[in-house]
């Protein structure tokens, strides 16, 4: 009838699809008093105003008047307490023990010039600013038509269009973070590192402050600028010429046999219900340690949905450094959304409600569950590229369009856990999504690719399907198995985050 996830828990989330009805009774005799839908939580116990609620073995908020047993536990009634200080934090004080390695798996990828590896082989048209992004988009159209058909080991081709680039105070501080991202984006293991760029002229984010000091990509690539041409058909005509070297280039790689530890996966959750937190987001877990075992590298990201679970995460950073870097990120976006006179409890959203997550603790303890049980071993800040092995917190927004372009600048796969269903992809990486619960992954059998829900209905456990999402990682990263995001060829836009300020 529910689950309970900590046995000092005194709520648990209904499982059955149709909800709880009045009277139904669990095998320990708590009785629902009223219909409490599924994913929702049932009081086990009474509260006297002010108890604490415990979900996670943590207090997701305080009841706000009596609350008497079988009741349904509404958002209303859960008044949500402060954020954990981050003064008061402890520091790498249970630091967990290496797992034991996991060798011998491998999957097939493109190894590139710079050491990384890409998951796939995609014709990258980089692009300085968006004024030029849809011409850019049109030539991307007409060299799929016409001349990708005869490079046949080539994957696609991608126009790595954005908003950014000009009308902008191009020298603020918050200005490096979205040109860091673009930066790292258009050298993507997987355009083989080595992009067309395609510039305007006159805007602010010139090719040599895009790519700054990697100066040797704009005299090996070809920069095509669109005020030196003479006319549109002419413009195309370069950047389609240019293309065609390249397309010839691309073509001659292979995928070789590469080690688990060259995967770099990003992880992400968006759309998150009650049962993320027990299903999906458990098994990613697995299947990061099982990465971290294999020597590869697993981000976790956004920062709204982590900062109140701090005190869960700084002790389990690899030395007091690390935890120092974690709660900086933390200050940062504290500082960040007090300037937008705005704060964490501006995250969950009304589908999240819908799916029994009554505030921001009790999501972002779900959410974590994501980073599995492992040492943290480095923190990146916004735009930084992500370069130690194991398990890294990337300081990100939550916004999954944003997040996701943050993660893409590191990550040559992505994984995504969802509970109300999102159709989200991206061009450049493929996106594994995984449901919290079987009713979606069967409404949307042709959009998701991995049901965890399994693990409610006791059909599979978190080990399981841990499992199955790694093997699914390795597949896709070889190009054996495409995402039905890519079958369908669902991408959404690059959405740099900019907290600097527009002109
Ligand atoms: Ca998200």
Same mark, same amino acid.
């Given at each position: 009838m529910y689950i309970r996830v900590h046995p000092r828990d005194n709520v648990a989330i209904i499982v059955h699809p149709d909800g709880a009805a009045p009277g139904a009774q669990s095998p320990n005799g708590i009785v629902a008093i009223e219909r409490i839908p599924q994913s929702h939580k049932i009081a086990l116990r009474n509260f006297a105003p002010h108890d604490p609620i415990l979900r996670y073995g943590q207090v997701i908020g305080h009841a706000n008047r009596a609350i008497p047993a079988g009741s349904w536990i509404r958002e209303d009634l859960i008044d949500m307490p402060a954020a954990p200080p981050l003064d008061q934090l402890e520091l790498s004080t249970s630091v967990p023990e290496p797992l034991p390695p996991l060798t011998g798996h491998t999957f097939e990828g493109y190894r590139n010039l710079d050491g990384s590896v890409g998951t796939r082989n995609i014709l990258g048209l980089a692009t300085t600013v968006q004024c030029v992004a849809p011409t850019v988009e049109y030539a991307a159209r007409r060299i799929k038509a016409e001349l990708l058909p005869r490079f046949p080991n080539v994957d696609d081709v991608v126009a790595v269009t954005h908003s950014y680039g000009c009308g902008v105070a191009i020298n603020a501080p918050g200005a490096a973070i979205p040109i860091a991202t673009l930066r790292h984006i258009s050298l993507h293991a997987n355009m083989a590192g080595q992009p067309l760029v395609v510039s305007l002229g006159c805007e602010k984010m010139q090719p040599a402050v895009l790519f700054s000091n990697d100066f040797p990509v704009l005299e090996t690539s070809n920069v095509i600028r669109f005020q030196d041409q003479r006319g549109f058909s002419e413009i195309v005509a370069a950047i389609m010429e240019a293309a065609e070297k390249r397309l010839a280039i691309l073509d001659g790689r292979r995928r070789q046999t590469c080690p688990a530890s060259d995967l770099i996966v990003g992880l992400q959750c968006g759309g998150s219900d009650a049962f993320s937190g027990v299903t999906c987001n458990p098994a990613v877990g697995a299947a990061a340690d099982l990465l971290v075992r294999a020597g590869a590298t697993v981000m976790f990201s956004e920062v709204t949905e982590v900062r109140d679970a701090i005190h869960l995460l700084t002790p389990r950073a690899e030395t007091p450094d690390v935890a120092r870097a974690l709660i900086r990120e933390m200050q940062w976006y504290d500082d960040y959304l007090a300037g937008g006179r705005a704060d964490r =409890?501006?995250? &969950? &959203?009304? #589908?999240?409600k819908r799916g029994g997550l009554a505030n921001i603790v009790e999501k972002a303890l779900g959410s974590v569950a994501k980073a599995g049980n492992t040492a943290i071993r480095a923190v990146a800040s916004h735009g930084e @590229?992500? +370069? *130690? @092995? #194991?398990?890294? /917190? *990337? *300081? +990100?927004?939550? =916004?999954? /369009?944003?997040? #996701? &372009?943050?993660?893409?600048? =590191?990550?040559?796969i992505h994984v995504f856990t969802t509970g109300e269903g999102t159709p989200y992809g991206l061009s450049l990486v493929p996106v594994i999504k995984v449901s919290s619960r079987t009713a979606l992954a069967e409404k949307w059998h042709d959009l998701i690719d991995l049901d965890a829900g399994r693990i409610a209905t006791g059909h599979a456990t978190v080990e399981e399907v841990g499992m199955d999402l790694f093997r699914m990682m390795l597949d896709v990263a070889s190009g054996r198995k495409k995402t039905w995001a890519e079958h369908w060829g669902l991408a959404n836009a690059l959405a740099p985050f900019n907290p600097g300020p527009v002109t």
């Open positions: =409890s501006a995250n &969950t &959203t009304p #589908g999240n @590229k992500v +370069t *130690a @092995k #194991g398990l890294v /917190f *990337a *300081a +990100t927004p939550a =916004s999954d /369009f944003i997040c #996701g &372009t943050q993660q893409l600048a =590191s990550m040559n």
